[in-house]
């Protein structure tokens, strides 16, 4: 008796028959890129029919001033802007191209790491799915700001580690630093990501890999690529602490007020807006899929202070004549 052979995925893992009745046609890596490339083009959609953010607007003219540093940030995203500005221009669409292109290449990592892990095509196409649909991923990629960019660092560093686990190439540690070192230039957070990897090496059998020689020469090259922006902080008296220790205080009393709870409902509902698509024509009544619940989504969803819409405005907008999907 002949014994049937499984069709393998990419990555070698064996696709099971129940799997190849969904789009038996298709291999994992086809459906996880088209599913990245949905997502691009929902954000290019609805990415424009917002107007600018305030920190959009803050980034380009960092870029006009390029630096190793500022009060707010670190260069990186002022050189995104600089060369946004310079090959694609500074409209909507156009600062906005590369959020939307970095959040489709974080769909294609998100079905990677599950591949390495042993997920095979369910796994991999579930992973890339939730990646698209997650409320905050969409929101943070319909805008040009450093937390566009951040996932697509950690992403590539926690990537990187498993195919060190795996495979055991310790030389991967130097691409590692690279990829620490620039999302270091993009948000001083990589480091609680590095912290996070250390402490879990520690606490498992892989702590072996501390002693590598390759890992501390991939630290030596994350600190030589942040080093710039290091000795601009040291120049200008670590202005980015003194800001966020300002900020510190005014979240307490910000807490201590009791309106913290309003501010992070109105917060969610803006944040969530490239869940729902414009339908029939209407420009200004958004309805969620299967729900009745509009939410306005207008040119002005940010007032000129760029502060989030107020609840009062957006419940104005339920009211409004609805659309539904």
Known sequence: MMVES???MAGGTVESRDERHLFPMLGATTIVLLIAACKLVVHLYAGHRYGYL????????????LAWGYVDQPPLIAMIAWVARHTLGQSLLAIRFLPALAGAVEVVLTALIARELGGRRFAQVLAAIT???????????????????EPLFWMTCA?????????????LWIWFGVVAGIGLENKYSMMIFGAGIVLGLLLTNQRKLLANRWLWIGGVVAFVIFA?????NVRHHFPFLEQRAERAVGLLQFLRSGNWVDESVD???????????????????????????????GRDCYDESARVLPLSRLSAGVRRRQRHV
């Open 228 to 232: 710039p922006n290091l000795w601009w």
């Open 6 to 8: 499984q069709p393998q």
């Open 131 to 149: 990646t698209l649909t997650a409320p905050g991923i969409l929101g943070s990629d319909s805008l040009f700001t450093m937390n566009a960019f």
């Open 267 to 297: 917060r969610a509902l803006v944040a969530s807006r490239p869940m729902v698509f414009l339908v029939g024509g209407a420009r200004e009544e958004i309805s969620r899929v299967g729900l009745g619940v509009g939410v306005y989504g």
């Open 54 to 65: 305030g920190d959009e607007l803050y980034f380009l003219a960092c870029s006009r001033h």
């Open 159 to 171: 990537y990187l580690v498993i195919r060190i686990i795996k495979t055991g190439n310790e030389r």
